[in-house]
């Protein structure tokens, strides 16, 4: 089962981690965040797929190229994008730094950064934060951690999970941060999974790419890609498991429990959107590949009309139609059915009767979902995202440089 606890990614065997204030936030809030293990993990992770990708994502790649690592640090403020040789020479410095106070080496400390873009880091507040942050690590540190991460979102996302391999326990859990910017792949977002679990590397790597596939790479909040996603696993193996070399029942059961963790952290981060009051559920089924129930699903969770319709609580299902018609899927009107709330509102090619009151119920729903029928095949998705209000426009806005 997987919990929304704060214990996020201290709840692993081995792990620690810390929240500190280093002033680099304008609020004054939490900026900077470490999380170690003592005992050398394996690691994986995914990226940004953004030619325009932040120093740290070049940084962090080659980190996860080593397969191993001790330690994260992330900031928040500075997103330390487009920040030239500058910016690179910053986010080694910073794994420097966190390398030195922890006793290990800098190859295996991944760096994170997230908030404004074009902006140099503050070295010398971002210096004192990190030896701050780990002259305060602890088991209980990754409510800290978690605040450090955020930028727009409400609240920090955390979630833990535990289950038996071969008669022993393994934990898993994680912090991420994510409201704005919020796109395939990935998001303005930062992820970080830490578990005790014994596996190889390359299984791990296969595991993360394949869930984050079907859990962060099918939300959006607004349809921009960010310069600075990533998804971070260390496996440290102190849960003692037989080690997991081969794609065998126990990897199965880590691979579906991991894919439980990244759905429930997606769907925390688009319920959370920037301004959002409507989570939106779009599920696509009976299309001809994966593919098109994706194109079909995003189509729809991109759509400004659409997100704004929703906003409005207006069943307007035609600019859902509208949507799906132009996303390039495979697709036949008189075939499609939509549905909200369960209550069909489309069919053969024309709008459906149904009972307006009980459709105004599930508009005022805070949680709504949408069901596509394409009715051309057997592949069906799921895309997670949010409506689109005021205060998305407000806060973005006043989000200056």
């Given at each position: 089962?997987?919990?929304?606890?704060?214990?996020?990614?201290?709840?692993?065997?081995?792990?620690?981690?810390?929240?500190?204030?280093?002033?680099?936030?304008?609020?004054?809030?939490?900026?900077?965040?470490?999380?170690?293990?003592?005992?050398?993990?394996?690691?994986?992770?995914?990226?940004?797929?953004?030619?325009?990708?932040?120093?740290?994502?070049?940084?962090?790649?080659?980190?996860?190229?080593?397969?191993?690592?001790?330690?994260?640090?992330?900031?928040?403020?500075?997103?330390?994008?487009?920040?030239?040789?500058?910016?690179?020479?910053?986010?080694?410095?910073?794994?420097?730094?966190?390398?030195?106070?922890?006793?290990?080496?800098?190859?295996?400390?991944?760096?994170?950064?997230?908030?404004?873009?074009?902006?140099?880091?503050?070295?010398?507040?971002?210096?004192?934060?990190?030896?701050?942050?780990?002259?305060?690590?602890?088991?209980?540190?990754?409510?800290?951690?978690?605040?450090?991460?955020?930028?727009?979102?409400?609240?920090?996302?955390?979630?833990?999970?535990?289950?038996?391999?071969?008669?022993?326990?393994?934990?898993?859990?994680?912090?991420?941060?994510?409201?704005?910017?919020?796109?395939?792949?990935?998001?303005?977002?930062?992820?970080?999974?830490?578990?005790?679990?014994?596996?190889?590397?390359?299984?791990?790597?296969?595991?993360?790419?394949?869930?984050?596939?079907?859990?962060?790479?099918?939300?959006?909040?607004?349809?921009?890609?960010?310069?600075?996603?990533?998804?971070?696993?260390?496996?440290?193996?102190?849960?003692?498991?037989?080690?997991?070399?081969?794609?065998?029942?126990?990897?199965?059961?880590?691979?579906?429990?991991?894919?439980?963790?990244?759905?429930?952290l997606a769907k925390q981060i688009a319920a959370d959107g920037e301004g959002a009051s409507k989570f939106l559920t779009i599920n696509v089924k009976g299309a001809k590949s994966f593919a098109d129930a994706k194109t079909v699903g995003m189509a729809i969770a991109n759509s400004p009309l659409v997100k704004t319709a929703f906003f409005g609580e207006d069943p307007n299902w035609g600019r859902v139609i509208c949507a799906v018609g132009y996303s390039g899927a495979d697709m036949v009107p008189e075939k499609t059915v939509v549905k909200f709330g369960g209550i069909t509102i489309?069919?053969?090619?024309?709008?459906?009767?149904?009972?307006?009151?009980?459709?105004?119920?599930?508009?005022?729903?805070?949680?709504?979902?949408?069901?596509?029928?394409?009715?051309?095949?057997?592949?069906?998705?799921?895309?997670?995202?949010?409506?689109?209000?005021?205060?998305?426009?407000?806060?973005?806005?006043?989000?200056?440089?």
């Amino acid at each position: 089962m997987i919990k929304k606890d704060t214990q996020g990614v201290t709840f692993a065997k081995g792990f620690t981690a810390a929240g500190v204030k280093a002033g680099i936030k304008k609020s004054g809030n939490l900026d900077v965040a470490v999380i170690y293990t003592k005992t050398q993990a394996v690691v994986a992770g995914t990226f940004t797929q953004n030619k325009v990708a932040a120093a740290p994502v070049y940084v962090s790649k080659e980190v996860v190229a080593t397969g191993t690592a001790h330690a994260i640090v992330a900031n928040a403020g500075c997103a330390n994008a487009c920040t030239g040789q500058q910016g690179l020479d910053d986010a080694h410095k910073m794994a420097q730094i966190a390398a030195e106070e922890l006793g290990v080496n800098a190859n295996d400390v991944i760096v994170g950064s997230t908030g404004v873009i074009g902006v140099n880091l503050p070295m010398d507040k971002l210096e004192a934060g990190i030896k701050d942050a780990v002259a305060n690590l602890s088991a209980d540190g990754s409510g800290n951690a978690g605040r450090a991460i955020i930028t727009t979102d409400t609240h920090s996302k955390s979630v833990t999970c535990e289950f038996e391999l071969s008669g022993k326990t393994v934990r898993m859990g994680a912090i991420a941060k994510g409201s704005g910017m919020i796109r395939p792949n990935m998001a303005t977002m930062l992820c970080y999974i830490t578990t005790d679990i014994a596996i190889d590397q390359a299984l791990l790597q296969k595991a993360v790419s394949g869930c984050v596939e079907k859990s962060f790479n099918m939300i959006s909040v607004d349809g921009d890609m960010s310069t600075n996603d990533m998804v971070i696993v260390l496996a440290n193996g102190e849960a003692n498991n037989a080690k997991i070399t081969e794609e065998n029942a126990d990897y199965q059961i880590f691979f579906d429990k991991l894919m439980m963790l990244c759905t429930e952290l997606a769907k925390q981060i688009a319920a959370d959107g920037e301004g959002a009051s409507k989570f939106l559920t779009i599920n696509v089924k009976g299309a001809k590949s994966f593919a098109d129930a994706k194109t079909v699903g995003m189509a729809i969770a991109n759509s400004p009309l659409v997100k704004t319709a929703f906003f409005g609580e207006d069943p307007n299902w035609g600019r859902v139609i509208c949507a799906v018609g132009y996303s390039g899927a495979d697709m036949v009107p008189e075939k499609t059915v939509v549905k909200f709330g369960g209550i069909t509102i489309f069919a053969n090619g024309t709008g459906a009767t149904y009972d307006e009151k009980a459709l105004a119920h599930v508009m005022k729903e805070k949680d709504i979902v949408i069901d596509i029928e394409l009715n051309m095949g057997q592949e069906d998705a799921t895309v997670w995202s949010c409506d689109l209000s005021y205060e998305y426009v407000k806060i973005n806005g006043e989000y200056h440089t």
